[in-house]
């Protein structure tokens, strides 16, 4: 048998109620692999003791003939999800030391589903970033390399890097990831893995960080498309704490996974072919397309009007929710106080936040406190609530024409630490693809199309109607059956 | 539109974050990029279009007036950098 640790989660959970292994030794076998993996930072807390008792009480239950869902399964927990008894700082050093005494509602279904955790994920600060080199505890290393012989340190990409990291590196079959701008898809697509974010409001962003409420929606990410859908059941529902949570029954995406797609019309995009972007990328989607041609799918040609909008659009959007809802972040209620030597309020909070914050929490928080205030908001954010509403209504009419979009998930492979990091604007152009999806709240994923000349992982991106989570999904599962991507990261750490 | 020194600090007042002179000279450059760039906006046009609020079409639920929660000060207070007397403490405010 292979090692444990090559697993995914459909694999761990049916060798675990089919009696292949024990749940302990599952999660001995994950908790090993976290530990000697730590050259990756791709975890900020380690939890070995929570997925050992996760896996006693699931080894019990398999006994007893009471298992759940996900019961033998460890997972890794994006450090954006509040966990109770665990420290939780949406990697930020104005959170250190923050222990919630409750459970986001994300991460508690997963655990009432029977999952453990083995630890809380390294990402971007407050998830801005496309490369976690925003983290407060240093960047995440990706477990791929370039095959020039050079052994430069790549970005996993971000904002949901350590997740990303860590499905890649084999140290979690699965992990929750969270998705503002494309968060979840381009670290993704980054490393060679599986991920979805699903329609906005079908989990529910109670007890997650708020970076961009309009926007933050959280979405598993793991080795494949099967995979996805049974950890997205877990993790979606109704929740009456989540004034957006959608009040809808969770479908059986797993069940009904389906790699017939014959008779869907996917629509190409003409606006996604963008300039500058290399041509390696335009191959694989090219490839992607006579896949979805091979599986019965008709392709067609289809018009997005503003998408080249969608980017400056979203870099107001964002930075406007983010500065209203990191404003409780003031060094009173949780994280930490800095004094000044002298002063009083309002002192304290400035010396706070200029601590706490780093540079680009503090650049987005700015931005959105400008365009936001007295003489600007009109001009800025209102403009931009009204190209978003063209954005959506974009999709909306392109959904007359197709059922799906196959588009590429970033305008380029995994970059260097260090390449992008002094120039805002180059970094937020990783997103480009990803952004429009996120303003229209639709469900988008990224699925593994093949390898750069570099050997590093290209992805493309499958894009769905509101709540057509299950046409992702399938479409997907009919991709990844023709990419058959095995290619993985040799073990350096 | 840009900004400038003055404006920086403004703002940075506003968001309740301290700024050094160097941060704000930094600062200077990186906010007019950034608002240059997003500056495309204006060219769309957006006649009769009403401004996006909710993606996803969602009813704004009540829920019943009674008490649901409560009775743990103690957790409310267990991450607080400074507690006194079952209270948030800050620097004084009134002389």
């Given at each position: 048998?292979?090692?444990?640790?090559?697993?995914?989660v459909k694999?761990?959970?049916?060798?675990?109620?089919?009696?292949?292994?024990?749940?302990?030794?599952?999660?001995d076998a994950f908790?090993a692999?976290?530990?000697?993996?730590?050259?990756?930072?791709?975890?900020?807390?380690?939890?070995p003791?929570?997925?050992?008792?996760?896996?006693?009480?699931?080894?019990?239950?398999?006994?007893?003939?009471?298992?759940k869902?996900?019961s033998?399964?460890?997972l890794?927990?994006?450090d954006?999800?509040?966990t109770?008894?665990?420290?939780?700082?949406?990697?930020?050093?104005?959170?250190?030391?923050?222990?919630?005494?409750?459970?986001?509602?994300?991460s508690?279904?997963?655990?009432?589903?029977g999952?453990?955790?083995?630890?809380?994920?390294?990402m971007d600060?407050?998830?801005?970033?496309s490369?976690?080199?925003?983290?407060?505890?240093?960047?995440?290393i990706s477990?791929?390399r370039?095959?020039?012989g050079?052994?430069?340190?790549?970005?996993?990409?971000?904002?949901?890097?350590?997740?990303?990291a860590?499905?890649?590196?084999?140290?979690?079959?699965?992990?929750?990831g969270?998705?503002?701008?494309?968060?979840?898809?381009?670290?993704a697509?980054?490393?060679?893995?599986?991920?979805?974010?699903p329609?906005y409001?079908?989990c529910?962003?109670?007890?997650?960080?708020?970076?961009a409420?309009s926007?933050?929606?959280?979405?598993?990410?793991?080795?494949?498309v099967?995979?996805?859908?049974?950890?997205?059941?877990?993790?979606?529902?109704?929740?009456p704490?989540?004034?957006?949570s959608?009040?809808?029954p969770?479908p059986?995406?797993?069940?009904?996974?389906?790699?017939?797609?014959?008779?869907?019309?996917i629509?190409?995009?003409?606006?996604?072919?963008?300039?500058?972007?290399?041509?390696?990328?335009?191959?694989v989607?090219?490839q992607g397309?006579?896949?979805?041609?091979?599986?019965?799918?008709?392709?067609?040609?289809?018009?997005?009007?503003?998408?080249r909008?969608?980017?400056?659009?979203?870099?107001?959007?964002?930075?406007a929710?983010?500065?209203?809802?990191l404003?409780?972040y003031?060094?009173?209620?949780?994280?930490?106080?800095?004094?000044?030597?002298?002063?009083?309020?309002?002192?304290?909070?400035?010396?706070?936040?200029a601590?706490?914050?780093?540079a680009?929490?503090?650049?987005?928080?700015?931005?959105?406190?400008?365009?936001?205030?007295?003489?600007f908001?009109d001009?800025?954010?209102?403009?931009?609530?009204?190209v978003?509403?063209?954005?959506?209504?974009?999709?909306?009419?392109?959904?007359e024409?197709?059922?799906?979009?196959?588009?590429?998930?970033?305008?380029?492979a995994?970059f260097?630490?260090?390449?992008?990091?002094?120039?805002?604007i180059?970094?937020?152009?990783?997103?480009v693809?990803a952004v429009?999806?996120?303003?229209?709240?639709?469900p988008?994923?990224?699925v593994?199309?093949?390898?750069?000349?570099?050997?590093?992982?290209?992805?493309?991106?499958?894009?769905?109607?509101?709540l057509?989570?299950?046409?992702?999904l399938d479409a997907?599962?009919?991709?990844?059956?023709r990419?058959?991507?095995?290619?993985?990261?040799?073990a350096?750490? | 539109?840009?900004?400038?020194?003055?404006?920086v600090?403004?703002?940075?007042?506003?968001?309740?974050?301290?700024?050094?002179?160097?941060?704000v000279e930094?600062?200077?450059?990186?906010?007019?990029n950034i608002?240059?760039w997003?500056?495309?906006l204006?060219?769309?046009?957006?006649?009769?279009?009403?401004?996006?609020?909710?993606?996803?079409?969602n009813?704004?639920?009540?829920r019943?007036?009674?008490?649901?929660d409560?009775?743990?000060?103690e957790?409310?207070?267990a991450n607080?950098?400074v507690?006194e007397?079952?209270?948030f403490?800050?620097p004084?405010v009134?002389?």
């Amino acid at each position: 048998m292979s090692a444990i640790t090559d697993l995914g989660v459909k694999a761990i959970r049916d060798g675990f109620r089919n009696g292949d292994f024990s749940a302990r030794e599952v999660a001995d076998a994950f908790n090993a692999a976290v530990a000697a993996a730590r050259g990756l930072n791709a975890f900020v807390v380690e939890t070995p003791e929570l997925a050992l008792a996760a896996a006693e009480r699931a080894d019990e239950a398999r006994a007893s003939g009471n298992l759940k869902p996900l019961s033998g399964v460890p997972l890794g927990i994006k450090d954006l999800f509040a966990t109770k008894g665990v420290q939780t700082t949406a990697s930020s050093r104005i959170l250190e030391g923050f222990t919630p005494t409750y459970d986001s509602t994300v991460s508690g279904n997963l655990l009432a589903a029977g999952a453990g955790m083995l630890g809380k994920l390294n990402m971007d600060e407050f998830a801005m970033g496309s490369s976690n080199e925003t983290s407060g505890f240093g960047p995440v290393i990706s477990p791929w390399r370039r095959s020039d012989g050079g052994n430069a340190p790549l970005t996993p990409g971000g904002s949901s890097g350590g997740s990303a990291a860590a499905v890649a590196a084999r140290i979690a079959p699965g992990v929750t990831g969270t998705d503002t701008g494309g968060s979840i898809r381009q670290p993704a697509a980054f490393v060679g893995i599986t991920g979805i974010k699903p329609t906005y409001g079908r989990c529910s962003r109670y007890g997650m960080v708020a970076f961009a409420s309009s926007l933050d929606q959280a979405g598993p990410m793991a080795r494949d498309v099967r995979d996805c859908a049974i950890m997205l059941e877990a993790m979606a529902g109704f929740d009456p704490k989540d004034s957006t949570s959608l009040d809808l029954p969770v479908p059986q995406w797993e069940a009904n996974l389906s790699a017939d797609i014959r008779g869907k019309r996917i629509g190409i995009p003409r606006e996604y072919r963008i300039e500058g972007v290399p041509e390696e990328i335009d191959r694989v989607w090219e490839q992607g397309i006579a896949w979805m041609r091979d599986a019965g799918a008709e392709i067609v040609e289809v018009s997005l009007p503003h998408t080249r909008y969608a980017l400056p659009t979203y870099y107001i959007i964002a930075p406007a929710e983010a500065s209203s809802n990191l404003a409780r972040y003031d060094g009173v209620r949780y994280g930490r106080r800095k004094m000044p030597g002298q002063g009083g309020l309002t002192e304290m909070y400035e010396a706070t936040r200029a601590a706490g914050f780093g540079a680009e929490v503090k650049r987005r928080i700015m931005i959105g406190t400008y365009v936001l205030s007295a003489g600007f908001y009109d001009a800025y954010f209102n403009q931009a609530q009204k190209v978003r509403a063209l954005i959506a209504r974009d999709f909306e009419r392109v959904w007359e024409e197709c059922d799906l979009l196959l588009t590429p998930t970033a305008p380029s492979a995994a970059f260097a630490l260090g390449e992008k990091s002094n120039d805002p604007i180059a970094m937020y152009l990783n997103d480009v693809f990803a952004v429009p999806a996120s303003l229209a709240g639709l469900p988008a994923m990224s699925v593994p199309a093949g390898l750069d000349k570099q050997g590093l992982p290209l992805g493309l991106q499958i894009i769905g109607r509101a709540l057509d989570e299950q046409g992702v999904l399938d479409a997907g599962l009919a991709f990844e059956q023709r990419a058959g991507f095995t290619a993985r990261a040799e073990a350096w750490w | 539109m840009s900004v400038d020194t003055a404006t920086v600090r403004h703002i940075a007042r506003l968001a309740r974050i301290a700024v050094s002179d160097g941060e704000v000279e930094a600062l200077l450059p990186e906010l007019n990029n950034i608002l240059g760039w997003v500056e495309q906006l204006q060219e769309v046009d957006v006649a009769g279009v009403e401004p996006m609020t909710a993606v996803i079409p969602n009813r704004q639920r009540l829920r019943a007036d009674e008490v649901s929660d409560g009775a743990i000060r103690e957790q409310v207070l267990a991450n607080a950098p400074v507690a006194e007397h079952g209270f948030f403490a800050v620097p004084k405010v009134i002389e």
